[in-house]
């Protein structure tokens, strides 16, 4: 079954990094583009950026130039380096991947940016 799991989330400084990864199984990866939403407290989820099985990229707006989406096909996994952190960026992170018509998200991964 399809199934993908979040990691490295945590606490971290304004102005720190983080990377966060998923690993995905149950799907040939390969084949499909995979995204990285969030939900910050009292907000919906947003969509923070994607990556095509072309490996072309997208990005929210709040987060072009600070967040880099990379996949590592031989590993079945997907990276969100997230780099100039702010408050605002406090929120639970979620893997997302689209098959056969549904959408499979993990179980998140917190990031708290705070000082």
């Known amino acids: 079954q399809v199934q993908v799991v979040e990691s490295g989330g945590g606490l971290v400084q304004p102005g720190g990094s983080l990377r966060l990864s998923c690993a995905a199984s149950?799907?040939?990866?390969?084949?499909?583009?995979m995204n990285w939403y969030r939900q910050r407290p009292g907000k919906q989820r947003e969509l923070v950026a994607s990556?095509?099985?072309?490996?072309?990229?997208s990005y929210a707006g709040s987060v072009t130039g600070r967040f880099t989406i990379s996949r590592d096909n031989a590993e079945n996994t997907v990276y969100l380096q997230m780099t100039s952190l702010k408050p605002e960026d406090t929120a639970v992170y979620y893997c997302?991947?689209?098959?056969?018509?549904?959408?499979?998200w993990g179980q998140g991964t917190q990031v708290t940016v705070s000082s």
């Open positions: 990556i095509t099985s072309g490996n072309n990229l």
């Open positions: 149950g799907f040939t990866f390969r084949n499909y583009g």
């Open positions: 997302d991947v689209k098959v056969s018509g549904f959408n499979y």
